[in-house]
């Protein structure tokens, strides 16, 4: 290290490293030879600071610049130095000013990442990213990595590289101090340094952000009002609370609201509106024809009644969470098991759960502590909710997972915040908000929960599952009795056998099985190892009969010595030096520690050392037990249950991961950044499918993933990974088995060395004879057979040894019955017979996508929205804007997510009750009271009635988040019932209908016109629920690769005439005519569908195979009703369609064309009223006239 | 009463570009955003608009060569890799697709120069090599994925996550289109349907009116586009019906998108004779047929040369923007992407475009026509200058070319440059975003300025990002 006195203020950006120094002098660490001198600049850059090796630069220019900085600017540029001086103007400054003030200087149209490479104070203080250089360290600092280009996220210029020569030169300077001569004309040097925060954890520079002023600014953020209906002048035309504020406005602008509609319009209205589906000809009549004044009421309440309501406004809800089957992208792999939250949805619109609850279920369903459960089948409703989270694009096989992480976040965030709080958060992913109340840090903030929880297939009829593991659990207690007392009374006879395997003649008393004796000989002839339990045994045998008793004893004390030492090294190697064991199941006090369980098969705790594993008959009731540590088993209750165990979260210092695991039909999978979709290229490592019984070490070598977050998965469970390539070799009734996961450097597995069996003797007081050893064996087999009796044999300290005794007693047959025994082994058939019953009577598991806890963490703001460059922690926590600056802090352990929604729900929190009856609103009249019903932030529109909006939000809350309620006030208003024809004045002054002046003409949406189809043409299958109907595949679709998710087989075309939310949603394949007809790529929130007119519509309805077969239909259908003229088939299809007769004119129209076009088609006079197909033809025009898909 | 809206004789171009001009046809094809939209009196948005500024280009064609090809074995030649063949690779990797990285590959093509500009170009292009001099090859694209499907997002929508409007979808909402029977975006499918599906060419946020239009092979190119009726006069018959009943329930202008719902039908039905038209090939001379491979013995070049000489008479009828996807050889579905066998794998794509793509140049050219038509070659990324495994190359994002024909952009001109590997652009680093800046520039839109309100932000193709490459520009 060379140290150079350098004046001060040419050396001032060293002074962070020099804090204790006078402030007159500074010592510039590293080398700081003239540049001139050091042609060398490798052996410059190379050199580290001798007395300071900072672990983190940046922390230590924090606190260094805090210290120093203002005072040792304040010196000027002194002769001394004017090389270095010269050198940068004529080397470093021209290269900035030709390459980099376009975007970092006071000349830049807009400044990029906060730098300035014009202006000294500026620079030294840095951008976004902190200070640039490390005076005297190129190979720190960010600059010269940059113009370096090796790293592909930080490269500059950005378009292209500098010449080496420029690069360098800039090294050099860097290397060389980074001099930077004051120019007296700047106006004083060091004026504007002192006290500043050398970084900018904030609002980017330059950026005006004043939260609580955008707050205060804009309608959105401010309390709901409680406000009552006002007065109007037309006090008679109200029918409900809602009218006088349309009437209001609409006197203030000296309209009048639109005539009542007729009764044939409002019944379709109403249907439509509230089912999605016209009505039929049954009701349409019996409406017409009753006069009770609360006729329409009636209607109304049976439609809300009406299973169609939930499936409707299902689809509404759909499109808000970008409900999909599958995961789109290269693969568009499925999401198992997705219908199940379609259904949830469903069943939650026509149950009216209230929609505070099914926020909550939304958000932390997972998390309740009484979950709502289905009133049928008892299933858990809640945890269902949490499944929208995973309804975002899926990537495979990214080559940054971290990116892929943060995009499939901000999905997440973006879908979380418009659905529920119709607030842009995600436009805050890169920076502040730039036009709303909301900062960087929130959505930071946001991602920390999602950073918390994780993908999970979820348990749904987890009660019926966990009854049935108890009573597995019932029957293995008693089976542990009664298996531990046959194997106790085999044991009687152990010491008699011992003897005789060591003697050289016969046996000495007849009674013994030869055999058996044979089967001993052969075990212990086996045992060589001092670690053996029966170490000691062999040992004292090999002394032969004939021994001294002092020989013997220190035989003994040999042997005794042995043991002790080998149980020292075993304790030893317990742990190696710098590896980090992740699964501790032995040191959990209880429970599986830290690690996180789900269903049933893993029981609620590992199995200890000491414990058994179940045989499968009276001849073997033990199969063995456990020992080398606590396991956790998914087996130990029955291969039959399913289960699976996650680690915590990690980070990935190590390069290797060891695992300790023997299994049947399982996998073990290693979960990075949330990324669960392993698979080839790149991941395939990721997994080991376990199919051996035999435990051993797997490595898994992430070298790749270094410094990532991770966790590990053991599942025994068929269900699939979230895509469905589910791995071979995987099946319902396998197990899996754990002891240790142990993170490494070395790619070696630990060593194991397991605790000396022989300590069961080896502690024992006085052994003088062979006899007196094999009554110990014997002994101890007999107490410990007797404690495991009685369940206590685990807790013993020796129970190790103990185990792996009994355990070899027991895998040599040694405990077998004896040849030609008699045993009364009733007990332990009918408990085995119990058994195999209990077993074949699992439920069969229910699952579906879900969310649930991991380990709680927070992100860093990632600056500019860039993962790679973390700035501050940003603490979970809702937008400060909605709850405040101090927040709790969230829970240590877990997500937080129910803390999060309960925040949401606070009656503080404006936006949730407004958002959402504004939807209902919206849904109901064509157009939302706020028409950017995903936006109340500045960008979008603000709400043309803010009093009706607050006076429903109030009133929905009242009304304890009734859906069903809200609607229902909705559509029995008078301005519901307005008609929708066209008013020249009114139309002229309100051109835009903001003010409802006459109800909207709207087309249909998608769904609807084909469900309409279906059901005019008599094709509907009105079946609920259930797995998705497979899209069918039109040629185009056809034209795709199976290798990107092209389903092998197509659905039906007419979905099996059900209705369209019932029709599976593949990302890559959607349903062309509901595409032609603007249902929403399922990409993020979609409030408010677009309407557009294509011809793709028009070629649909008047070609489509789809149409043109239900239009068959249904004239088939018309044609099978007896009696039917034309003319009463014309009308008959007229009510079915549009709900009302033809006029006059549109029958003598029909009539005409009947006459045309069948002699046309060349239909005889006398078959014009049969011929399906002239009548499909007529049913095909219907279909097509703009009233069959435009509600009036 | 005679259905006048029906016109089953084809009407003339001269015919549709007056009713497009301000009449029907361009209120048959508005977009409605609900009805708050009636007062803004903006344009309908598909009538042609006028462009931000003169246009270089009035069309595009976008010939994509799905699956990434290799820069370095068509038109970026690097000595280096034949010096150091076999040899490691001496720059630091980055991760890769497969992470299967072998040795520095030499290009087993031989490179020559051609035309006035000599530029080079490998043997797998010699008819597209005859062209060079109406090239502007960019040789220092970027990208920012190394997968497939994001890659794709990202070329075809600036995004590289699925759903986002396509650049077709954008330029034809910027521009609209100039014909009135046909769509603004269509994408011809020679025969693979790209990794990422068609959200590759959907309009997003955009109105569905932007969609790409997906046209096959054949006669019945477009989905429904086929009447069902096996007579013309059985469906007249049934249109005018329609047409009847329509005006018996609600009378003429009572609302205008029923209004505008009742007249997409007459573009729907011009549509059912307008495609079989333009896709026929029955018109062309023997000679063009020959120029463009129509009857090569390769299938796959057979479908490429009628994907592009299709293309040509698409934007003859006025289409904004066009796009190609490749042919695909029968159970090989990997395009241009050569994890293995790199020799054969490019030998069989380029010899099914490269006569196809020069006779598109050169046709265009003797018509007049590549003036003002911009014809784009891109893939998502490049390729590896190190092998994959011994005979294959990965997925490279961090340097390969383009190049772009026609349109006002230079001719006979390199733009950029890679390192001397041919692994990472070092000279005018281009991005996606630039490129398509450059292409809204040439059609006469500031992309800054063409934008969509969508999820609270004012959305663009280029997003915060885009430089017009002015050295591409003629």
Redesign the interface.
Known sequence: MTITDVPCDNAWFAAPFAPWLAPSRQITMGPVRQAQDRPDHDATMTQRPARLRPSSWRALLLVGAVLSISRCVLARSSPADSTNADFFETRVRPIFAEHCYKCHSSRAEKLKGGLRLDDRDAFAKGGESGPEIVPGHPENSRLIEAIG??N?DL?MP????LPPDQVADLSRWVATGAVWPVRLAQGGPGTTSAGQQPRAAQAPAGVAFDLQARRAAHWAWQPIRRVQPPAVVHGDWPRGPIDPFILARLEQQGLTPAADCDRRTIIRRASFVITGLPATPQDVEAFVADDAPDAFAKVVDRLLASPRFGEHWARHWMDLVRYSDTL???A?ASIPNAWQYRDYVIRAFNADIPYDQFVTEHIAGDLLGHPRRDPDCRSNESIIGTGFFWMN?G??????VRQAEA?CFD?KI?VLC?TFLGL?V??ARCHDH???AITQRDYYALYGYLKSSRYTQALLNRAELDAHADELSAIRERLRGAAAAVLADRAASLSSYLMASGAQAGPADDRLSPQRIAQWRNSLHAVSDVGHPMYPWVKMASLGAGVSQEAAATQWRGIAGQVTKREAEATASQRREGDIELAQFGDASSGFGGWFVEDQAFGPAPCRPGDFLAGDSPRHPIQTLFRDGAWAHSGYLSRRLQGTLRSPTVTLDHRYLHVFAAGRQARVNVNIEHFVMIQS??YESLRWVVNDDGARWHTFDLG?WKGCRAYIEFADTTTPDLHDTAPAGIGADGYVAVSRAVLSDRNDPPPRIGLPGGSIVTGIQRIDSLQSLADAYQRVAVESLQALETGELSARPDAEARASYLSWLIENGLLDPLPGAKEDTQRLETIFNDRRDAESRRPEPERAPATIDGTAEDEHVFIRGNHANPGPLAPRRLPEAIAGDSQPPAPATGSGRLDLARRLLDPSDPFVPRVMVNRVWYHVF??GIV?TV??F?A??EPPTHPELLDFLATRFVEEKWSVKKLIREMVLSRTFAMS???RGEADSVD????LFHRM????LEAESIRDEILQVSGRIDLRMYGPGVEVFL???MQ???E???KPAHGGPLDGAGRRSVYLTVR????T?ML??F?AP?????VG?R???????????M????FV?EQAGVWARSVLAMPGLSEEACIRRMYVEAFARPP?A??LS??LT?LD??GK??GVPPDRRASDPRLWA??A???M????F??IH | MHCRRFLSAPISRRQMLAQSAGGFGAVALAAMLATEQRSSAAPAPFAPHLPHFPARARNVIFLYMEGGVSHVDTFDPKPLLDKENGQPFKMKAEPTQFNNNGNTLASPWKFRRYGQSGIPVSELFPHVAKCVDSLSIIRSMTSGFSEHAAANYFLHTGTGQQGRPSMGSWAAYGLGSIGQDLPAFIVLNSGKMPIGGPDNFNSGFLPATYQGSIFRGGATAVANVAPLEPRPRLQLDKLKLMRRLDADASPTGEDRQVESAIANYEMAFRMQSAVPDVMSLAGESAATQELYGIGSATPMTRAYAESCLRARRLIERGVRFVELTVPVYPGDPDTWDAHGNLRKNHEANSLAVDQPIAALLTDLKSRGLLDETLVVWASEFGRTPFAQGSDGRDHNPFGFTIWMAGGGTKPGNIYGATDEYGYKAVENKCEIYDLHATMLHLLGIDHKRLTYRWGGRDMRLTDVHGEILTGVLA
């Open positions: 280009y090796q592909p490269q950005p378009k292209t590289r789109g992208n290269e568009d694009e990537k495979r096989s990214p080559v940054d995009d999905n973006d418009k842009t995600s436009c730039k036009f709303d290229p790149l790749m064509g157009r028409p995903d936006n932030g960008l979008g929708s024809a066209g051109p835009d209908n903001r909207p003409v709207r087309r039109t040629p185009e034209a795709y690769v290798a990107y998710g990302r890559n394949f959607l062309p595409v032609a603007d790529p399922p990409l993020s929130t408010r677009t309407v557009s007119n294509v011809p793709a519509q028009a070629l649909t008047m070609n489509d195979p043109a006029s004119a549109e129209d029909v064309f045309e076009h046309e088609l033809d007529v095909h025009v219907l097509n006239l703009k009233e898909i435009f």
